[in-house]
T-cell receptor, first 110, second 117 residues
Framework: GNSVTQMEGPVTLSEEAFLTINCTYT??????LFWYVQYPGEGLQLLLK?????DKGSNKGFEATYRKETTSFHLEKGSVQVSDSAVYFC?????????FGAGTILRVKS | GAVVSQHPSWVICKSGTSVKIECRSL??????MFWYRQFPKQSLMLMAT?????????EQGVEKDKFLINHASLTLSTLTVTSAHPEDSSFYIC?????????????FGPGTRLTVL
């Protein structure tokens, strides 16, 4: 079946550091890919998405490119802030359902 | 816009009792709602898909008689955990989609922490 694998956390960075959170997927067909973020005490929020190969999703300085050849959708940000501390989930669409990765905790220190 | 609420945010109950969790779309009509379960340090696992006015579709391995889902209106879905046991303790999250196909962006509620003693 379809699945998503994310790098394990927690990832701890200093403010203004470069962020990469790896995400790879296994799927039949060509799913849409998503990154969701969950801030402490809040529900998941859609951060960005890409619907086809080579698409780049971007939002709030974060970006991820749909790479069909490597079945990856890595999340990147050039300069993280303390306010980016949260749990990040990679997900793919399976019909009208979402299949999530395990989530990666990001901690940014000032 | 596209706000989803859940109530209660946390609940503690005794083993053998039933607990009802509400999921509401506050500013849009959601024909499709989803119920997830999240274990500590693990991913969200889809439990069921709920369409307004029809029976929920449960994922494999989810007991439909234990996790009763009702989607009586376009803004409200409820999950009832019947005869709860300690192993049902978890974080339950709902989401809702805008539009009729269920394929749109899912908007998530803040979750409900259930602890069964």
């Amino acid at each position: 079946g379809n699945s998503v694998t994310q790098m394990e956390g927690p990832v701890t960075l200093s403010e203004e550091a470069f962020l990469t959170i790896n995400c790879t997927y296994t799927a039949t067909g060509y799913p849409s890919l998503f990154w969701y973020v969950q801030y402490p005490g809040e529900g998941l929020q859609l951060l960005l998405k890409a619907t086809k190969a080579d698409d780049k999703g971007s939002n709030k300085g974060f970006e991820a490119t749909y790479r069909k050849e490597t079945t990856s959708f890595h999340l990147e940000k050039g300069s993280v802030q303390v306010s980016d501390s949260a749990v990040y989930f990679c997900a793919l669409s399976d019909g009208n359902k979402l299949v999530f990765g395990a989530g990666t905790i990001l901690r940014v220190k000032s | 816009g596209a706000v989803v609420s859940q109530h209660p945010s946390w609940v503690i109950c005794k083993s053998g009792t039933s607990v009802k969790i509400e999921c509401r779309s506050l500013d849009f009509q959601a024909t499709t709602m989803f119920w997830y379960r999240q274990f500590p340090k693990q991913s969200l696992m889809l439990m069921a898909t709920s369409n307004e006015g029809s029976k929920a579709t449960y994922e494999q391995g989810v007991e439909k008689d234990k996790f009763l889902i009702n989607h009586a209106s376009l803004t409200l879905s409820t999950l009832t955990v019947t005869s709860a046991h300690p192993e049902d303790s978890s974080f339950y999250i709902c989401s809702a989609t805008v539009g009729t196909s269920g394929m749109g962006t899912q908007y998530f509620g803040p979750g409900t922490r259930l602890t069964v003693l």
